[in-house]
């Protein structure tokens, strides 16, 4: 989708620096690190967020989260990680891409 800034980096109009890729998803470190390793899997194919996704793409995308969060607590020894999906501008999403963090 135009103007979408993930769009844009899955085209890679925009550098990323890349944790995982597939042919439906892409993994990448997230701009702002407020949190070190802060990762966003990120759906190839534009859907606005997690509600709005195809089932199976979005379980697709939850398998990779847990195998990134299994990898950040027991290679980078991470003491703990979140995994959300923020829905809706209401709730925080500030970019309409399908995202998990
Ligand atoms: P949301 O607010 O939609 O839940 O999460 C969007 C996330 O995308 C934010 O944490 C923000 O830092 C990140 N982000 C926004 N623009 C870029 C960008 O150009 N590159 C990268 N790597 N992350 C971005
Ligand atoms: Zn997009």
Do not use: R, W
């Amino acid at each position: 989708m135009e103007d979408c800034v993930f769009c844009k980096i899955i085209k890679g109009e925009i550098p990323s620096n890349k944790v995982y890729e597939d042919d439906d998803v892409l993994a990448f470190l997230d701009i702002s690190q407020i949190t070190k390793g802060h990762t966003l899997v990120v759906s190839k194919k534009h859907y606005d967020n997690f509600l709005t996704t195809p089932k199976e793409l979005m379980h697709h995308m939850m398998d990779v989260a847990q195998t990134i969060g299994q990898i950040q607590i027991k290679e980078l020894h991470a003491k703990g990680v979140n995994i959300i999906s923020n829905c809706y501008e209401e709730a925080g999403q500030s970019v309409m891409h399908f995202h998990i963090h």
